[in-house]
């Protein structure tokens, strides 16, 4: 049962455009969302995160969205560079208290020059 | 601030023998931290929550015999490989929830460690 749903395994953006990268989830008790980077053979980075009781999370050039009532969030990056190639988790908290992080399959963007 | 490190950063041991990994909070203190591990080309898997003091609770079909883990102080968390096999190898990667956060659980992780048992 995956709860938390990253549905494009790859996306390719060219440098300057924007790259979006979507992820969905179930469990509607989820109240907390957050966005990884993460390289090979390196640890998750955090990006950014939402709370439920917002809908839009800005900073720099990250700017995550949280439509609750579609069960949808996205991360929007603008403008995408080469060093934002690598794989995005989306990660999900909440869940009765729960503090484990419930993540996603990963999205691998890559930036053309 | 929030920086979480790994020792080592990779080892390889032979089947058989016990290989421990340190997860440090560098500049904050967690009450609560976590393991994961990751296969090739898949998500993170959650292994188990470690909470200072107390004992570590695990995920389902995650042997707590094999995986020993030990939350001694506030700062440092560390997974113990007991009887290490060639499928025991992967990366693993710790992480620490940061409390100044909030109510919200922001984790950040180690740099992980990259085991391969011979």
């Known amino acids: 049962d995956q709860q938390v749903k990253q549905n494009s395994p790859s996306l390719s953006v060219q440098e300057g455009r924007i790259s979006i990268l979507n992820c969905d989830y179930t469990?509607?008790?989820?109240?907390?969302f957050l966005w990884y980077k993460k390289y090979p053979a390196e640890g998750p980075t955090f990006l950014i995160s939402?709370?439920?009781?917002?809908d839009k999370n800005e900073d720099g050039r990250f700017t995550v969205f949280l439509n609750k009532s579609a069960k949808h969030l996205s991360l929007h990056i603008v403008p995408s560079q080469p060093g934002d190639s690598a794989v995005y988790f989306c990660?999900?908290?909440?869940?009765?208290?729960?503090?484990?992080?419930?993540f996603g399959q990963g999205t691998r963007l890559t930036i053309n020059p | 601030g929030a920086v979480v490190s790994q020792h080592p950063s990779w080892v390889i041991c032979k089947s058989g023998t016990s290989v421990k990994i340190e997860c440090r909070s560098l500049?904050?203190?967690?009450?609560?931290m976590f393991w994961y591990r990751q296969f090739p080309k898949q998500s993170l898997m959650l292994m188990a929550t470690?909470?200072?003091?107390?004992?570590?609770?695990?995920e389902q079909g995650v042997e707590k015999d094999k995986f020993l883990i030990n939350h001694a102080s506030l700062t440092l968390s560390t997974l113990t490989v007991t009887s290490a096999h060639p499928e025991d190898s992967s990366f693993y990667i710790c992480?620490?929830?940061?409390?100044?956060?909030?109510?919200?659980?922001?984790?950040?992780f180690g740099p992980g460690t990259r085991l391969t048992v011979l």
């Open positions: 992480s620490a929830r940061d409390r100044r956060t909030g109510v919200y659980d922001t984790q950040y």
């Open positions: 469990n509607s008790m989820f109240d907390y």
């Open positions: 939402i709370s439920s009781i917002k």
């Open positions: 990660a999900a908290s909440g869940d009765q208290g729960a503090q484990k992080l419930v």
């Open positions: 500049d904050f203190q967690a009450t609560t």
């Open positions: 470690s909470n200072e003091g107390s004992k570590a609770t695990y």
